[in-house]
């Protein structure tokens, strides 16, 4: 029997962060298509959807993750724009946000932000292509 934290089937220290870092990926995306980029009319899909009482998805954050999703919204509001999309949160970023900040970030609460950036760019880059697709047709 493997003992080593993270290694056993009762989950450990890596399972939680794995399924903390999919929880807050999913709730980054959530916010990335539904609250982040507005069309020609200035909406956002949150706000076309609930002009047409279409149901939207809420982000859902765990208490014991707040900290995280805190710190990625401080680290994406010191991006500039792109001229395609999202500019992605580099490492030294993130190590110049730290000694701003004075936070102290994990290797794996770190895996978690670079991940949920990942995340977050990439569901950028499909909610706008919807709707150029959209105003397109």
């Known amino acids: 029997m493997d003992l080593r934290p993270g290694r056993s089937s009762l989950g450990g220290p890596r399972k939680f962060y794995e399924e903390l870092g999919e929880r807050l990926?999913?709730?980054?995306a959530i916010v990335a298509r539904y609250d982040t980029i507005k069309d020609k009319d200035g909406e956002t899909r949150r706000e076309r959807n609930e002009a047409f009482e279409t149901e939207n998805p809420e982000a859902e954050v765990?208490?014991?993750?707040?900290?995280i999703w805190e710190w990625f919204w401080e680290l994406r509001q010191s991006q500039p724009p792109g001229f395609s999309g999202p500019v992605p949160i580099s490492n030294l970023e993130l190590i110049a946000w730290c000694q701003v900040t004075g936070n102290i970030v994990s290797r794996e609460e770190a895996s978690i932000l670079?991940?949920?950036d990942v995340r977050f760019c990439g569901e950028i880059?499909?909610?706008?292509?919807?709707?150029r697709v959209r105003e397109t047709d």
């Not at 990926?25 to 980054?28: G, S």
């Not at 765990?62 to 900290?67: N, T």
């Open 25 to 28: 990926c999913e709730a980054v």
């Open 62 to 67: 765990p208490d014991y993750g707040a900290f």
């Open 114 to 116: 670079k991940t949920m």
């Open 125 to 131: 880059e499909k909610e706008s292509e919807a709707i």
